[in-house]
């Protein structure tokens, strides 16, 4: 098996962990290739030397024979590591270092567990679904997808923005707010569910558009479905605002129009047959955990 491992750095209440997933990999006779930074994190404030393939760097290409893409670190991280797969078709599987994850999902006292099971093909692969941003500038350049989310924000102002949304061209409706977001159901659980937006199963085949702290309270999330077109044109007493795709942001003039459309290519994410949606949601955002219950 061929692996490759990204990440950048990690807490120290991680460290022993990270040691113990590398010398799993060892005793399992994994190739493993390491992102740069990581591995030199690893060298440098752990003393520790992995026995390692080699490693990558964000120039370089993927391999398309690797077998797995190891995500250690938070959501952030998956979401960053989504960059390096791009459309070779190769599993992202997330192990949390941090707190809060529902991309990364498998927890330190798992690590072990989740090898063993990967080896013995105890896993499924969903697939994960993108959107695809469109501006005439080519505002993010050839990597213009999200797994999460769009992000429209106000900059530098206490004023709000002007957003007129359209849906395959047909008007929908004028959001005076903070900002606006257009999510996939994977990013129902991130930004948009922080400002009110629903949680949205992960192959429902929709977009959620959410308003941030919209001026008018009748304006509510809603729900489409996302084999079609959603265009943004922003208007502003500024000359700037900001657009993010999950991590990157770009600063950009009001007369940018942005559409939005699903990407034509989807995002493979690794579950172990222990794991499904509904326990991670009651996991993570504590459901059931009320005494009462």
């Known amino acids: 098996m061929k692996i490759t491992v990204y990440g950048q750095t990690i807490n120290k209440g991680f460290y022993q962990s990270i040691i113990d997933f590398f010398e799993k990999l060892k005793k399992n006779k994994i190739e493993i290739y390491v992102f740069k930074t990581l591995y030199e994190f690893l060298l440098n404030e752990l003393k520790f030397k ?5 490693t990558f760097s964000e120039n370089d290409e993927i391999d398309n024979d690797v077998d797995f893409m190891f995500s250690i670190g938070g959501d952030g991280t998956f979401l960053e590591t989504i960059h390096y797969v791009k459309k070779n078709n190769i599993p992202v599987v997330g192990i949390n270092s941090g707190r809060l994850g ?6 330190s006292e798992e690590i072990s567990n989740a090898i063993d099971m990967i080896l013995s093909k105890q896993y499924s692969i969903e697939e994960r679904v993108l959107l ?38 047909e008007y929908l409706n004028t959001y005076w707010a903070d900002g606006l977001i257009i999510s996939t159901p994977t990013g129902s659980t991130a930004y948009s569910l922080s400002v009110g937006g629903p949680i949205v199963i992960p192959n429902s085949q929709n977009f959620i558009i959410t308003p941030i702290s919209p001026h008018n309270l009748t304006v509510r999330p809603i729900v489409v479905p996302d084999d079609n077109e959603i265009t943004l044109k922003v208007e502003s007493r500024v000359k ?16 940018v129009e942005l559409t939005i459309r699903k990407a034509n290519f989807t995002v493979k994410v690794l579950k172990l047959n222990n794991q499904n949606y509904f326990k991670t949601l009651r996991n993570k955002l504590m459901w059931g955990a009320d005494k009462r219950n």
């Open 50 to 54: 992995p026995e390692i393939a080699g």
């Open 102 to 107: 529902f991309l990364a999902d498998i927890s």
């Open 132 to 169: 695809e941003l469109h501006t005439e500038n080519n505002l993010f350049g050839r990597y213009n997808y999200a797994l999460n989310e769009l992000t429209v924000h106000r900059k530098d102002t206490a004023s709000m923005i002007t957003i007129n949304a359209y849906f395959n061209n």
């Open 240 to 255: 700037n605002y900001l657009v993010t795709l999950d991590f990157r942001s770009r600063i950009i003039e009001p007369s």
